[in-house]
T-cell receptor, first 114, second 113 residues
């Protein structure tokens, strides 16, 4: 079946603009995760959804970052007033029934803030 | 706070060699440990998941072990091939409080033909 998909694959934006990143999880997966991978850094957890609710938002780096999930499926990660330090690859993953299950990753969105 | 370390950061070996990648974690209260592969410009591919009650998992030429008491996991790759060249990441799912995967920075493996 189809894997996790993310769009766009690449996004270049000017500093100060807002961006929206989209994630389509594997059909039937109830849990969805967002991570950030910066150059030279490891993967950094951002937020976790179980269904439409986010029990753990602890990884969001600032209040400029927000995420939502609707219909227990598609999720969008929004970054407002982008800064150059937001440049990174944003990865989405999903798992069958929650945090204890194997996570399947999408190809990522490479965000460049100029 | 869980910290995951992978050594070495990079490894270059000739084709056919058996090799071991190392992963250490500071908090042994984990649910599981996962090994992933990342190819350049791509997302992560899950290789093996070891539950905290398990000692090892095998898939084809890959074998991953887990020693919770010492905070260590190893990924053994047998008879390496050029197609194994990638960055290998380990991640620990930590119990209690904020349960999330904590990743190491990875080992970049190059297998030379």
């Amino acid at each position: 079946g189809a894997g996790v998909s993310q769009s766009p694959s690449n996004k270049v934006t000017e500093k100060g603009k807002d961006v929206e990143l989209r994630c389509d999880p594997i059909s039937g997966h109830t849990a969805l995760y967002w991570y950030r991978q910066s150059l030279g850094q490891g993967l950094e957890f951002l937020i976790y959804f179980q269904g439409n609710s986010a029990p753990d938002k602890s990884g969001l780096p600032s209040d400029r970052f927000s995420a939502e999930r609707t219909g227990g499926s598609v999720s969008t990660l929004t970054i407002q007033r982008t800064q150059q330090e937001d440049s990174a690859v944003y990865l989405c993953a999903s798992s069958y029934a929650g945090i204890l299950y194997e996570q399947y990753f999408g190809p990522g969105t490479r965000l460049t803030v100029t | 706070k869980q910290e995951v370390t992978q050594i070495p950061a990079a490894l270059s070996v000739p084709e056919g060699e058996n090799l071991v990648l190392n992963c250490s974690f500071t908090d042994s209260a984990i649910y599981n440990l996962q090994w992933f592969r990342q190819d350049p410009g791509k997302g992560l591919t899950s290789l093996l998941l070891i539950q905290s009650s398990q000692r090892e998992q095998t898939s084809g030429r890959l074998n991953a072990s887990l020693d919770k008491s010492s905070g260590r996991s190893t990924l053994y790759i047998a008879a390496s091939q050029p197609g194994d060249s990638a960055t290998y990441l380990c991640a620990a799912l930590t119990q209690g409080g904020s349960e999330k995967l904590v990743f190491g920075k990875g080992t970049k493996l190059t297998v030379n033909p």
